[in-house]
């Protein structure tokens, strides 16, 4: 993890490594989206007087979620993912979540940076970890032709090894 240098704190910054990559272009870059909105976060829970661009920053972090998840649920569906509609759910129930706590962090019933926390460990970094790493591997072992599941032998290989969308290898 790198060091950065905040007033007079050190904060840990999330690195977005081969960890977080799951082979599909899209997918990727919004993870790398959402490490990087996340690592902005942080800096920003630890300046002074700064709730006011925080929770700008909060709500990009919320509306790119949104966005995030919904693409996310696309890729899943042209997959043919088999957990999709539990996938949905836990989607639903994040944003809930997430909504639920903007809302008290606005009442002032919650700090900026318990919100920015919880974002960041279970919506952001958790969700990847616990939910996303269940298809990562089925993203980067499958792909559709025409209306035919394939399994990818040799090719998925290629695919994991040049990080190439299978997507792209049949059109």
Same mark, same amino acid.
Request: net charge negative.
């Given at each position: 993890?790198?060091?950065?240098?905040?007033?007079?704190?050190?904060?840990?910054?999330?690195?977005?490594?081969?960890?977080?990559?799951?082979?599909?272009?899209?997918?990727?870059?919004?993870?790398?989206?959402?490490?990087?909105?996340?690592? $902005?976060? %942080?800096?920003?829970?630890?300046?002074?007087?700064? +709730?006011?661009?925080?929770?700008? !920053?909060?709500? *990009?972090?919320?509306?790119?979620?949104?966005?995030?998840?919904?693409?996310?649920?696309?890729?899943?569906?042209?997959?043919?993912?088999?957990?999709?509609?539990?996938?949905?759910?836990?989607?639903?129930?994040?944003?809930?979540?997430?909504?639920?706590?903007?809302?008290?962090?606005?009442?002032?019933?919650?700090?900026?940076?318990?919100?920015?926390?919880?974002?960041?460990? $279970?919506? %952001?970094?958790?969700?990847?970890?616990?939910?996303? +790493?269940?298809?990562?591997?089925? !993203?980067?072992? *499958?792909?559709?032709?025409?209306?035919?599941?394939?399994?990818?032998?040799?090719?998925?290989?290629?695919?994991?090894?040049?990080?190439?969308?299978?997507?792209?290898?049949?059109?």
């Amino acid at each position: 993890m790198k060091m950065y240098s905040c007033i007079k704190v050190d904060c840990r910054l999330v690195s977005s490594g081969a960890i977080f990559r799951s082979g599909h272009q899209e997918v990727d870059y919004e993870h790398n989206s959402l490490i990087a909105l996340s690592n $902005e976060l %942080i800096v920003n829970c630890f300046m002074e007087d700064n +709730f006011e661009k925080t929770s700008q !920053l909060l709500e *990009r972090i919320c509306v790119h979620m949104v966005e995030h998840f919904s693409n996310e649920e696309k890729v899943l569906y042209e997959y043919r993912y088999i957990e999709l509609e539990e996938h949905k759910e836990i989607h639903k129930e994040l944003l809930k979540s997430m909504q639920y706590l903007m809302e008290a962090m606005y009442k002032g019933e919650l700090e900026q940076i318990d919100l920015a926390k919880y974002i960041i460990q $279970e919506i %952001i970094i958790g969700h990847i970890i616990k939910y996303d +790493f269940r298809f990562l591997n089925y !993203l980067q072992n *499958r792909f559709v032709k025409g209306n035919e599941e394939v399994t990818m032998g040799y090719i998925g290989e290629v695919v994991q090894q040049y990080r190439v969308s299978p997507r792209y290898l049949y059109r």
